[in-house]
């Protein structure tokens, strides 16, 4: 199975999976997912989202901002989901 191993941003390769609450923003408007499951690199902070962080965050978005997250998605799309 592909695994994501590398980070897409600074090409690190300690990027690892976390479960934590996550919290986005739209117009000023602050929104929380909780424990939520995504993949972050440690050093520059980039994070990854799998298939089902993209929907947990999609159902507790007020609005949903695919111009910020389809670079991130496309990424994914590549693999299965997993780093
Ligand atoms: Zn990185």
Redesign the pocket.
């Known amino acids: 199975m592909f695994k994501i191993t590398r980070?897409p941003?600074?090409d690190?390769t300690k990027i690892k999976k976390v479960r934590r609450n996550w919290t986005g923003e739209f117009k000023s408007q602050r929104y929380t997912v909780h424990d939520l499951e995504y993949c972050e690199?440690p050093?520059?902070v980039?994070k990854l989202y799998g298939r089902e962080a993209l929907r947990e965050i999609e159902r507790h978005s007020p609005a949903f901002e695919p111009a910020d997250i389809n670079r991130r998605w496309a990424y994914h799309q590549r693999g299965t989901g997993e780093c």
């Open positions: 980070c941003s600074c690190g690199c050093d520059c980039e």
